[in-house]
């Protein structure tokens, strides 16, 4: 079965620190997706990165860097030097491969506040 | 660029009462999402469309039905709300394939009194 943990329930920063946002998921397929998104208290939902299951290579956005160890099953998130508009709930994604549709399957999130 | 559109943005219904959500998808994304998130929870699936037909199911009421339409809008209707069903209703589209990622609408906001 399909699962994604996000063990961090809430976590707390100062601006100008950096923090890691975990993520571990479970499949028993080969080939599959994950992705991250944001969502901002004004509540939509903001796709951040996909990543397919062949390309472990570690991505890096502007301050945003994710890092993804299949050995591990983990799918991490790294904000670095946090600014106030990073607060947000974040929440890593699983979809599997088949049909014309898939579905995501969501953690349940990361709250992240950064203070000023 | 375009983004999902959603309508409305706030719905208030009493119980037993019906409810009608309407969804706008990405121009040329061929696949729509419905997706419910209860307070303090994650989305959950509700149910897909490809090429306005059903493409999967998830843990949707039989009170709750969807279709696509002609010209790939997308509607959610609700029946016999009850409190429970209050919570946020994303739709959310993408283009078929891989999977690519979904871009989600701004979701409408149910409150069942």
């Known amino acids: 079965a399909q699962k994604v943990t996000q063990a961090q329930t809430e976590i707390s920063v100062v601006e100008k620190e950096d923090v890691t946002l975990d993520c571990v998921y479970e499949?028993?397929?080969?080939?599959?997706?994950l992705f991250w998104y944001k969502q901002p208290p004004s509540g939509e939902l903001v796709f951040l990165i996909r990543?397919?299951?062949?390309?472990?290579q570690n991505e890096i956005s502007g301050r945003y860097s994710w890092n993804f160890q299949k050995s591990t099953s983990s799918f991490n998130f790294t904000i670095t030097a946090s600014q106030v508009v990073d607060s947000a709930v974040y929440f890593c994604a699983l979809s599997e491969v088949g049909g014309a549709t898939n579905k995501l399957i969501f953690g349940t999130g990361t709250l992240l506040a950064v203070q000023p | 660029a375009a983004g999902v559109i959603q309508s409305p943005r706030h719905l208030i219904k009493e119980k037993r009462e019906t409810a009608t959500l309407k969804c706008y998808p990405i121009?040329?994304?061929?696949?729509v999402y419905w997706y419910q998130q209860g307070p303090g929870q994650d989305p959950q699936f509700l149910i897909s469309?490809?090429?306005?037909?059903?493409?999967d199911k998830g843990s949707i009421p039989d009170r709750f039905s969807a279709q696509q339409f002609s010209d790939y809008h997308s509607e959610l209707n609700m029946s016999s709300l009850e409190l429970g069903d209050s919570a946020l209703y994303f739709c959310?589209?993408?283009?078929?394939?891989?999977?690519?990622?979904?871009?989600f609408g701004p979701g409408t906001r149910l409150t069942v009194t």
């Open positions: 499949t028993r397929d080969t080939t599959y997706y």
């Open positions: 469309f490809y090429e306005k037909m059903q493409s």
């Open positions: 959310a589209s993408s283009l078929a394939g891989p999977p690519y990622e979904q871009y």
């Open positions: 121009p040329r994304h061929d696949t």
């Open positions: 990543r397919n299951s062949f390309d472990e």
